[in-house]
């Protein structure tokens, strides 16, 4: 919470001064620190390894994307009060149903919420009452966002194409260029990544909790006890996407854009990895490996940008034969051990 505090109060030549750049970029890695909480969840403590989080990351990124373009009015480049600048130069004549009531703000962060959490639960329940688990899961999770990808890519589907939604001008009336803005932004995200940590810590440590701990190891027993595996499975895996689209929903007006790209089965596979690096299964490693590998990825992509796919998949080699648990683990090795 110091960091908007040394953005805002401290002169710009003081060695304490945090620049503007800085905290939207560390704001940026907290929207991946809740993500990976919410991968955390579902993977460290429920066992379903899904590579398809960046779909509910990049709907609820959509929603709030969408809020914002209803804000531009007039402001845009064509001058339309009511259509975007990519529906103008498509030649679009109305805007499309689905738009409507983007305008306030109230119902862009219900969509936020309801449009991932209703996609998990339909998918969910679909796979989960088929018993469709491991591997095969992890792929349909995968074919998920790599069809919403190429859907979101085409023009007439009225997102903005492969282009996304971009050029936002402020949000519930306060420019996103000013420095306060910036600010309040980073405050309330991290705001939302302490709540995430406490909702998901209570999870995990209730009865709920330990019942998704018995599906991770032994999920025909659970079943063969009486418990509705189904249920539990469905109520975690859609509490973890809306999650996700609340992390999606903080991202879009820190960093200025949403594209298909967010839907990329690469960048649900990133997760996975955050995860593993900061340690499965403890909430808090999670937030540490998302915040280490990003930043990781900022320098590589900067000093050697050819070398950070290769840098990115020997360090999940190196985890997984040496650090099995993660640094949390390793942290925890070392407590046993003094």
């Keep these: 919470m110091l960091v908007p505090l040394l953005n805002l109060g401290v002169d710009s030549s003081s060695a304490l001064h945090v ?76 805007l499309p149903w689905f738009w409507h009531g983007f305008n306030w703000f109230p119902f862009a962060m219900l969509m936020v919420v309801l449009v991932p959490g209703l996609l998990a639960l339909v998918f969910g329940f679909l796979a989960f009452r088929s018993r469709v688990t491991g591997v095969y899961l992890s792929i349909m999770t995968q074919a998920l966002t790599y069809a919403l990808m ?65 599906i991770r190891d032994a999920e025909d027993r659970a079943r063969f006890i009486g418990y509705r595996v189904e249920r539990f499975k469905l109520v975690i895996f859609a509490f973890s996407a809306v999650l996700a689209g609340i992390a999606g929903a903080l991202y879009v007006p820190q960093v200025g854009i949403i594209n298909p790209g967010e839907f990329a089965p690469l960048f649900s596979i990133e997760m996975v990895i955050w995860v593993a690096v ?26 050697m940008p050819d070398a950070w796919l290769f840098a990115l998949g020997a360090l999940f080699v190196l985890v997984t034969l040496f650090l099995p648990r993660g640094i949390a683990g390793l942290v925890r090795k070392k407590e046993v051990n003094g």
């Design 278 to 303: 900061g340690g499965r299964a403890t909430l808090y490693g999670a937030v540490v490996g998302a915040l280490l590998v990003n930043y990781a990825k900022t320098w590589l992509t900067g000093a």
């Design 19 to 94: 620049s503007t750049y800085t905290m939207t970029l560390l704001g940026k890695y907290l929207c991946y620190g809740l993500l990976a909480i919410a991968m955390d969840l579902v993977w460290g403590y429920l066992g379903i390894l899904s590579l398809g989080h960046g779909a509910f990351f990049a709907l609820g990124g959509y929603a709030m994307g969408m809020y914002l373009m209803r804000q531009i009015g007039p402001r845009g480049v064509y001058g339309h009060p009511l259509l975007p600048d990519f529906m103008v130069f498509l030649n679009w004549q109305e």
């Design 150 to 214: 190429l859907a979101f890519f085409r023009n007439e589907m009225g997102f903005g194409g492969n282009n996304g939604l971009t050029d936002f001008k402020d949000i519930l009336g306060f420019s996103l260029q000013a420095d306060t803005t910036r600010a309040a932004l980073f405050v309330v995200t991290a705001i939302a990544l302490g709540a995430g940590y406490l909702s998901c810590r209570w999870i995990v440590s209730s009865r709920l909790g330990r019942l998704c701990t018995a």
